[in-house]
Structure formats: structure tokens, C-alpha cells
């Protein structure tokens, strides 16, 4: 069974600039969940799918950022513009029923 | 609101020392308590859980008691191996299933020596 894919795992933007980033879950998952690591500090939930609705974006800092999930399937994090306080990593899990799988995350560095 | 705290790294042992990475953490109701770990290059993965009070998650020689009288969840391996140098994070669900989001804690390094 594949894993939790996420693209890229790094990537390098200058402030103001526009990042999207994709993650791909577990075939037949329906929940998928956004977190981050910003500045070695706690992991944070953002937000979770459930299919293609946002069943809690709670997480979610500020209107810079947008979350989409097509059809159920995988799903993007798009930051808007990007500033320097969005560096970290951008992990995304998905789930059955029992338990997460994590993606490897993506390195976001805002410069 | 719901948090977990554990103790600050960086952690810096020898090989085959004993380990222990504290975790308390506050919660209403009777969540489920987890230890996350990610090692180098790697995403985040399941180590071991615990979902009522004084159950015992075990899981590559590493084990976590919950405790609910100290609200704790302190991670213990009796011999430390270099493979075991990675992040550890200990993180808990406040209804106990999956479907609800996962609280973490800031994450303790730990770096193994041979």
C-alpha cells in the first residue's frame, strides 16, 4: 500500500511569492488532515477534510491560506502571498478509521 | 484547552543507556496519548499508544504508561541504540478516535552516541 505523498519536500520562496502544496493520501481514505512545524515549535493542526468537505479549519492562521480537496482525492495548501513566519514544515496525514498515517512533510523556507 | 508539554531537548546519550522523555500533559474528558516519532528525512510515525488509563504502549522496545492521577505519559527505553536517534513527539486525541485532531508537543531531540 503507498504511503502519504506530499510534493515537493522542499521548497524555497521569496516573500510575498505564491506556494502550493499537494498531498496525496492512502487510496480510499476519506479523512486528510493538515499540520505544521513552525520554528521547532509543536506540530499544529490546520485543518481536516473529510471526502471533499472541511469538516474543521480551525487551525487555519490566517485568510493567506487556502485548502482544497478535489473530488475527495488529494489536496492542496496554497499560501497567499507567503511571509516569513510561514517557514516550517507542512505535514499531511490521512485515516481510515484507526490511527494516522503521516506524509514526509514539505520544508517550506520563506526568504 | 487541551496541551501537552515535554521535557526540552536536545537529548544526548550514549548507546545502550537508559532513556526517559517526559510528558505531561491537560485534557478534558479521557483522551488517547500518543508518541510520534521522526526520524531523520522521514515523516512522522506512530511509535506507541494508549488509550485509557494505565495502559502500557510498548513498540520497539520503547514504553509509555498512562497515567491519569499525574496526567502523564513519560516515554522509557532500558537501551538505546544509534538508529534510535530521531524526534520524538508525544501528542494526544482528545475523543479517542481518529477522526479527531491530534494535539502535539513540541518534540524532544534525541541524539544517540556510539
Known amino acids: 500500500e503507498a504511503g502519504v505523498t506530499q510534493f515537493p519536500s522542499h521548497s524555497v520562496i521569496e516573500k510575498g511569492q505564491t506556494v502550493t502544496l499537494r498531498c496525496d493520501p492512502i487510496s480510499g481514505h476519506d479523512n486528510l488532515y493538515w499540520y505544521r512545524r513552525v520554528m521547532g515549535k509543536e506540530i499544529k493542526f490546520l485543518l481536516h477534510?473529510?471526502?471533499?468537505?472541511?469538516?474543521?479549519e480551525s487551525g487555519m492562521p490566517n485568510n493567506r491560506f487556502l485548502a482544497e480537496r478535489t473530488g475527495g482525492t488529494y489536496s492542496t495548501l496554497k499560501v497567499q502571498p507567503a511571509e516569513l513566519e510561514d517557514s516550517g514544515v507542512y505535514f499531511c496525514a490521512s485515516s481510515p478509521i484507526d490511527g494516522y498515517t503521516f506524509g514526509s512533510g514539505t520544508r517550506l523556507t520563506v526568504v | 484547552g487541551n496541551s501537552v508539554t515535554q521535557m526540552e531537548g536536545p537529548v544526548t546519550l550514549s548507546e545502550e543507556a537508559f532513556l526517559t522523555i517526559n510528558c505531561t500533559y491537560t485534557a478534558t474528558g479521557y483522551p488517547s496519548l500518543f508518541w510520534y516519532v521522526q526520524y531523520p528525512g522521514e515523516g512522522l510515525q506512530l511509535l506507541l499508544k494508549?488509550?485509557?488509563?494505565?495502559d502500557k504502549g510498548s513498540n520497539k522496545g520503547f514504553e509509555a504508561t498512562y497515567r491519569k492521577e499525574t496526567t502523564s505519559f513519560h516515554l522509557e527505553k532500558g537501551s538505546v541504540q544509534v538508529s534510535d536517534s530521531a524526534v520524538y513527539f508525544c501528542a494526544l486525541s482528545r475523543s479517542g478516535t481518529s477522526y479527531d485532531k491530534v494535539i502535539f508537543g513540541p518534540g524532544t531531540s534525541l541524539s544517540v552516541i556510539p
Open positions: 477534510f473529510v471526502k471533499e468537505s472541511k469538516q474543521d
Open positions: 494508549a488509550t485509557k488509563a494505565d
